[in-house]
């Protein structure tokens, strides 16, 4: 499987399933999500509800397989540990990678059609004011343990090891 970018020169190499898909209201994510809208051609990233969706690996399971020339980091501070990563060939935002952690969380406009439905809604509480959440899946104001146990029980399988996402 392939996260790809819209023009199609930059792709990323996935293997298997997400461990989880999520939408995610805080404030970073919507933010960002927002200024990457704003350029050229770029796709939507920030739902109507503004929550930005996420298909969420095991870092040793992504592979920037072509165009990594054309990736470009972003932080909303300088000193932030979580950078945003976009193809400039298209500005499709691809990933979000929190630099420490041993996951990372793919746009999942990116992924192909069919991708895996979101399953869980985190930091709830920064939604936008007079907007519904999904009823269909459960909602946390902040991180959802059953992500966060996910997370821990990923980690182990992966050794405790944090790779990292270079191109
Ligand atoms: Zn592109
Ligand atoms: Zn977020």
Redesign the pocket.
Known sequence: MEAVCRCGETTIELTGKPFESAI???????TAGHGFEQDRDAPQTVRADGG?E?CIYRKDRVKIARGGQHLRDYRLKPDSPTRRVVASCCNSPMF?DYTPGHWL?LYRGRLPEPAPEPRVC??AK?RLEGTELPKDIPAYDSFAPRLMIKLLVTWAAMGFRRPKITF
């Open positions: 995610c209201y805080c404030e970073s994510c919507r930005v996420y979000a969380s985190v930091m920064d």
